[in-house]
């Protein structure tokens, strides 16, 4: 398993375990918005939960930005138009992570973290 595939299943464990949410990349407990790692939060979006495991596996360098491009090969209007549109459910955000381990993105569309 490479530091990719261990990074998306890192971010099912932390959606499934700590939560999932939408309109913002995390929220305390209280409900709010926030846009970086807090004790408090409570819940992530997709992209959140993928950057909030890279830091955690501290897996090597480019492996979030590998992550991303592979959701948006299969996300052409973007990672957070579909996290946040409505009527998303939480399972369609576990099944394009799932996708997303298979998914393959050639080194010359990872940019400078190829």
């Known amino acids: ?3 990719a595939e261990r990074t998306i299943n ?3 464990d932390i959606l499934k375990n700590v939560g999932w949410c939408q309109g913002a990349w995390g929220r305390d407990s209280e409900g709010h918005p926030v846009n970086a790692q807090r004790d408090d939060i409570i819940s ?3 992209i959140g939960s993928v950057d909030t495991a890279t830091r955690a596996l ?4 480019g492996t979030n930005q590998e992550v991303r491009a592979r959701l948006g ?3 052409p209007k973007g990672i957070a138009h579909f996290n946040d549109a409505d009527g998303r459910k939480f399972e369609e955000v ?3 992570l799932e996708k997303a381990k298979t998914t ?4 010359q569309e990872l940019g400078e973290f190829a």
């Open 104 to 107: 393959q993105v050639p080194p």
């Open 10 to 12: 890192k971010a099912i």
């Open 44 to 46: 992530y979006c997709l």
């Open 1 to 3: 398993m490479d530091d």
């Open 73 to 75: 090969k299969l996300l």
């Open 58 to 61: 501290r897996v090597a360098r």
């Open 94 to 96: 576990l099944e394009v």
